[in-house]
């Protein structure tokens, strides 16, 4: 069978101990059997490992922070556009998915297909408004608030029994134990992903994860429940494993089919002890674990590229049960000349 | 007693628990036990039949079966 030829441009390269999702992203299209995948890497750091991943990465172009503003990064992309004729482009992470998205039209124009949620569905599945959404879906979410100020956390924090979770905007979060430690951590915080930080209670239990696509239509196309096995400092899961939750799956599918959700996400969960699941957070994107849910027979990165290019993609009804990852960590020799060009030309 | 119709336990012992991804490891006894609760056994027979295998005396079988049962439980391996 002839394969299409097709050109993603994939970010999320930083495949370090708080992975992007790009490579294993990556990997799940470059095992389709209907595609020929030429792959793009855009990365916002010199030394995101991905670059220099030559086997799974064809190129990679620099593109700007996410900071700059979306004009910077469409000027870049035509830039790269007029070199590498992209014809999708995939990205992974939460802060640069507002500028993506809002480039969606302009992007269309010029032959860039994306695969994006609406603004009005990235906004209100935001970490700040997560008690508003339980409300509204039915979904039960741990008590919290958005924080301005030091001032604006000691009055929050009358309210709410210790430890309480500090979460940045964007990533990060750490259980404070004291209020010391909670105005520690706002600043921490802040400074590093703006306001508002957000102030949640700590539930506790085991925490689950699930990864599912949905069609824009209100159609679950795949999804996999995950329990994290070994976690790191950061929270990250180090392992993990596909279990059996008829629960988490019909969470996932309510809440597609009444957002009528486009594209990747992830549920983090929690299930405590009697059995209740609690709702943290809904990351509007391919989680960086996705390789597990290729690996148990849902190639979710494959499946969205073929919606993307408005290929019909039938629903995923099945999926192996106790299918285990593991992540490790690989050190990659590289010639300087390698990235001095990357540094000097902004491509490798 | 029931064991969870979805738990899965294999020839070395090995026990998975595919709804919260948790895995045990059993001793060639433990195992034993847990197959014959799966065939449906109540602990009268359990006890019987182990009392006809080894050398140990009812009550030391009803304590160890029961502190067995036991953890069973709170590991989410029983229907409730």
Do not use: C
């Amino acid at each position: 069978m002839n394969r299409q030829k097709v050109t993603v441009a994939v970010t999320g390269l930083n495949n370090i101990d708080s992975p992007g999702p790009g490579i294993p992203v990556i990997r799940g299209i470059r095992e389709s059997k209907d595609f020929d995948v030429r792959i793009i890497g855009l990365a916002y750091e010199h030394l995101e490992p991905g670059i220099y991943m030559r086997d799974l990465v064809d190129k990679t172009y620099m593109i700007p922070y996410p900071a700059e503003g979306k004009d910077a990064l469409f000027k870049r992309l035509l830039e790269i556009h007029s070199t590498e004729n992209l014809n999708v482009i995939i990205p992974n992470f939460d802060a640069e998915l507002f500028s993506f998205i809002k480039l969606e039209k302009q992007l269309a124009g010029i032959g860039i297909k994306t695969f994006l949620p609406t603004l009005e569905q990235f906004e209100e599945r935001n970490k700040s408004n997560l008690p508003v959404y339980g409300e509204k879906y039915g979904v039960n979410v741990p008590a919290g608030t958005e924080v301005f100020s030091i001032p604006d956390l000691n009055n929050t924090l009358k309210s709410l029994n210790y430890p309480v979770m500090i979460k940045g905007k964007y990533y990060d979060a750490y259980p404070a134990y004291s209020l010391e430690q909670a105005v520690s951590y706002f600043t921490k915080m802040s400074s590093k992903w703006g306001l508002p930080v957000i102030v949640q209670e700590h539930i506790k239990g085991t925490e689950v994860n699930v990864i599912a696509l949905g069609d824009g239509e209100g159609n679950l196309i795949a999804a996999i429940p995950m329990r994290k096995q070994y976690i790191t400092d950061k929270g990250k899961a180090w392992g993990g494993i596909t279990i059996e939750d008829p629960s988490m799956l019909n969470l996932a599918k309510k809440i597609i089919s009444q957002t009528k959700w486009k594209g990747g996400l992830e549920l983090e969960l929690i299930r405590t002890a009697d059995n209740k699941l609690y709702l943290l957070e809904i990351n509007p994107r391919i989680p960086a674990w996705v390789y597990l849910a290729v690996g148990a027979g849902q190639n979710i990165p494959e499946a969205l590229l073929k919606l993307t290019l408005g290929m019909n993609v039938e629903p995923f009804t099945r999926y192996d049960v106790g299918k285990m990852f593991i992540r490790y960590s690989w050190d990659m020799i590289v010639d300087l000349e390698l990235f001095s060009r990357l540094a000097t030309t902004g491509e490798l | 007693m029931l064991i969870k119709g979805n738990i899965a336990i294999s020839d070395n012992g090995f026990v998975f628990n595919p709804s919260t991804g948790d895995s045990f490891t059993m001793n060639n006894t433990g195992k034993e036990v847990l197959l014959m609760i799966k065939e449906g056994k109540k602990a009268g027979q359990i006890t019987d039949l182990l009392m006809a295998k080894y050398d140990v005396d009812k009550i030391t079988i009803e304590r160890y079966l029961d502190d067995f049962m036991n953890d069973l439980s709170v590991n989410n391996l029983l229907e409730d």
